[in-house]
């Protein structure tokens, strides 16, 4: 055995060290939704009736179909909301959304995959 094929062990032992030692990751999806600020009680209203169990709401700034959006001013400004929840859950907000709020208000929604580390919080 050559001083590189020691090294090369060692360092794989230590690697598979630093992965057992990793905390355990759960599948879950990021919902984003990105809307007029006027929505803000009535969504969350919404999401918590479907039973999601937190989410974060923000000021959005940007520029889209509806123009430029620069939160300075209540009625034209904008906010996202992000909801962590399971893939099902991600689906029933997306169809809540597409049926009642797209056809007349200014709103956008994407999701996509994460790692939780504490998936009882995101049901």
Known sequence: MTTQDSQQGHLQGQLKGELKDQPQKY????????????LESQLSRELEGLGVQGYTITDARGRGDS???NAGWDADSNIRIEVICSEP???TIAKLLEEKYYPNFAMVMHCHGVFVLRPEKFK
């Open 89 to 91: 859950m991600s689906e």
């Open 67 to 69: 123009g430029s959006r």
């Open 27 to 38: 599948n879950s999806m990021l919902v984003t939704i990105v809307t007029e600020s006027s």
